[in-house]
Every structure is written in C-alpha cells, then in structure tokens.
C-alpha cells in the first residue's frame, strides 16, 4: 500500500522568506510526526500529533515554526522567516496510533536556505 | 531525557564479513528500541524492534540486535554481509511507557556503512 508521502522532495528558498512542507500519511493512521535531519546529526523530534489531541508541540526549536493537521489526516509544516540554520531534511512519519508503535517515514523534503 | 549513542561514523567491510554495529542508549526507565536503515536515496525503513521478551530479536535481511539490559546496549549483528546492505543504519530508543514524550523516538547519529564487493 501507499506509504507516506512528502512533498516537495527538495525546496530551495533565499532567507527571510516562508516556506510549507507537506505529509500525507499512511490511510488509517492516527499519530503523525515531524522529524528534522542536519548535516552530521541525528534525527531531531519537532512535533507529534495524535488523533484530535492537542499536538505536542515541545521539539520546535522556535517561534518560527508551525504546524497544523486538517481533518486528522495531512499536515503541514511551516518555516517563516527562513533562516539558514533551518537547511536540513525534514521528515515525516505516521504510526497506526500513538504511543510507542513503529513510525513509518515518508521520504523526506531537503529544504535548502541560500 | 533519553540520548543514543552509535560508536561508528562510519563502517568499511569487504562482502561475507560479519557486522556488528554499537548503539548505547541513556534512560532511567524501560525502552522500546529499534534499528532503522535507509539504503541510498530511499526513506527510513524499520529493521527490527525489541519490546519485550526474547532480548534477542531477528529482523529483516538476515539482521539482528541483542539487548543487554545491563549495558544498556542493542548492537545490530549480521553474520554475513552483502553489497546491497550499504546503507545508513540509526538505532533509535522511545520510552516503553504511556504518557507525554512517550512518542519521541531518539535517534542516535547514524552508522554508514560502505560494503565492497
């Protein structure tokens, strides 16, 4: 079946300016997350959501960035006022429910800050 | 907080070699853990997870990790490697219990590992 999908694959914007990035994921799955990859570092946690809970929201490392889940089903997530340090792969994945259960990942979006 | 540890940057073996990959994890309490690999341009796919049980568990392609409780360890091992196993291999923790952060996997930096045929 379909796995979860991100798009765009890759985004490069100057800084300063806004940017969207969009998961979709797998049908019937209730947790969604959001994971940001660096250059030399691990995957960092950003934000979950689960069902029609309010998201945790604790791993955003500012005020600039957001994230909102429509209908308990796609997600996006914005950066405003781009800066470099936000040049990283950023991730999605989507588990059956939340918890501890298996994420699944989608292929990520590279988003690159000149 | 939970931190994971992955003692090789990077792993260079001929084919038919055997593999053992480190991963240490830090946590005051019981962890769910998992290994994750992500072949060349492709996405995260799970390898194999340990809950409960059996501390030795066998997952995808021939792989599997041990967990020691004692060493807060769950090293990835497969006896024989293949030139299709390059690939970059995270080990990753999340508490075992329910509750706020239970959710947040932890990842450790990443493994590569380069097999020459």
């Known amino acids: 079946g379909a796995g979860v999908s991100q798009s765009p694959s890759n985004k490069v914007t100057e800084k300063g300016k806004d940017v969207e990035l969009r998961c979709d994921p797998i049908?019937?799955?209730?947790?969604l997350y959001w994971y940001r990859q660096s250059l030399g570092q691990g995957l960092e946690f950003l934000i979950y959501?689960?069902?029609?809970?309010?998201?945790?929201k604790s791993g955003l490392p500012s005020d600039r960035f957001s994230a909102e889940r429509t209908g308990g089903s796609v997600s996006t997530l914005t950066i405003q006022r781009t800066q470099q340090e936000d040049s990283a792969v950023y991730l999605c994945?989507?588990?059956?429910?939340?918890?501890?259960?298996?994420?699944?990942f989608g292929d990520g979006t590279r988003l690159s800050i000149l | 907080a939970q931190s994971v540890s992955q003692h090789n940057h990077h792993v260079i073996l001929s084919e038919a070699a055997s593999l053992e990959l480190g991963c240490n994890y830090s946590?005051?309490?019981?962890?769910?853990l998992f290994w994750y690999v992500q072949y060349p341009g492709q996405h995260l796919q799970l390898l194999l997870k340990?809950?409960?049980?059996?501390?030795l568990v066998k997952g995808i392609k021939g792989f599997e990790a041990e967990f020691i409780k004692s060493k807060f360890s769950f090293n990835l091992r497969k006896p024989s490697v293949q030139w299709s196993d390059t690939a970059e291999y995270f080990c990753?923790?999340?508490?075992?219990?329910?509750?706020?952060?239970?959710?947040?996997?932890?990842f450790g930096k990443g493994t590569k590992l380069s097999v020459i045929p």
């Open positions: 994945a989507s588990s059956l429910r939340g918890g501890n259960q298996p994420q699944h």
């Open positions: 049908s019937g799955h209730t947790a």
């Open positions: 959501f689960q069902g029609n809970s309010a998201p945790d």
């Open positions: 946590y005051g309490g019981t962890v769910n």
């Open positions: 340990y809950f409960s049980g059996d501390p």
């Open positions: 990753a923790v999340i508490p075992a219990y329910s509750g706020a952060g239970s959710y947040q996997l932890t």
